[in-house]
């Protein structure tokens, strides 16, 4: 038994699963579903396929290079069974498998990141110019717990010079 | 590619496009039954082959049965002659195949090979990927003379 993976989105083919297909230049193709063998049959290239692995390997969006990838290289020896061997292989494998994905993770965290700081900063500058939408300019005089520190110096002074001439 | 003849349609209609594309775009191929043009892949002198009876199975032939199939083509000298009734083994047909593992297999055309009544292959070599289903079915001769087996 043995985990393929799929040719057109790189997830594995469990056994029982999936259709394989034999070109005649004798190139094999495994295909995890049927959506995978219909965008085959398309002739669609998986990466430019936005939701394959291929294609978020292409542009950077997961991981690409670690030494856990080095455990899953196919090998075609195949191993004399021994009990110990496969007890500490299936530990470990359960082991590599959570440390791997804790760095895709990671990875996808790090990339995602500077967009947040962007989004942030966004944030709290549209909080300083926008906040009389949410709250009347006389209230925030009045009660400057809403205000943000950063800003209650200056507004403060500004707006009840404002705001005598527009009553008026 | 063999699953695109379909492809290429003008769909009058006003129905969905998706549905009515990927009906149509979606070849289902069956089996090998009568009338069915075959593929040769070894040396015996035959192109094509016309299946007249599939041996085993009332709705046809799959991959790994053999049929009677009349020859249709071949190559000016060869050991089989045009119109010769002639016993063939599936090596590739469209139709997907269950293993015993539950995976699917197929391939890209329908091709045989041609033997003897007693299964024995007529032609010396023989082109092409063939599947290991054969072995279950006794056919190690063509097996070892394929170059590929997938």
Request: aromatic content about 6%; overall charge positive; charged content about 30%.
């Amino acid at each position: 038994m043995r985990l393929e993976k799929c040719w057109f989105c790189s997830s594995t083919i469990y056994p029982g699963h999936g259709i394989e297909f034999v070109r005649n230049d004798a190139n094999i193709f495994r295909f995890c579903r049927s959506k995978c063998h219909k965008n085959f049959k398309m002739k669609r290239n998986p990466r430019k396929v936005k939701w394959t692995k291929a294609y978020r390997r292409l542009l950077g969006k997961d991981m690409t290079q670690d030494s856990t990838f080095e455990f899953e290289r196919k090998r075609n020896r195949p191993e004399r069974y021994d009990r110990n061997i496969a007890e500490n292989t299936l530990k470990a494998i359960k082991k590599i498998d959570k440390i791997r994905s804790d760095r895709a993770s990671d990875h996808i965290k790090n990339r995602l990141k500077t967009g947040k700081i962007q989004r942030q900063k966004e944030a709290r500058k549209q909080l300083e110019q926008d906040i009389h939408l949410v709250k009347a300019p006389l209230a925030l005089a009045q009660d400057s717990s809403l205000y943000l520190p950063k800003i209650k110096v200056n507004v403060s002074q500004t707006r009840t010079e404002e705001n005598q001439p527009m009553e008026g | 590619m063999g699953g695109l003849g379909n492809n290429f349609c003008n769909l009058p209609s006003t129905s969905s496009e998706m549905t009515c594309g990927s009906f149509l775009s979606q070849q289902q191929r069956t089996f090998i039954q009568m009338r069915t043009v075959l593929k040769v892949v070894d040396n015996s002198g035959a192109k094509k082959v016309m299946c007249i009876q599939a041996l085993k199975g009332k709705k046809g032939a799959r991959l790994g049965d053999t049929i009677i199939a009349s020859v249709k083509e071949a190559m000016p000298n060869g050991k089989v002659k045009k119109g010769k009734v002639v016993y063939g083994v599936v090596v590739r047909a469209a139709m997907q195949r269950g293993r015993c593992d539950g995976s699917e297999v197929k391939f890209d055309d329908n091709a045989v090979v041609l033997v003897d009544k007693q299964g024995q292959p007529i032609g010396t070599r023989v082109f092409g990927p063939v599947p290991h289903e054969l072995r279950q079915k006794k056919h190690v001769k063509i097996l070892t003379l394929a170059g590929h087996i997938a």
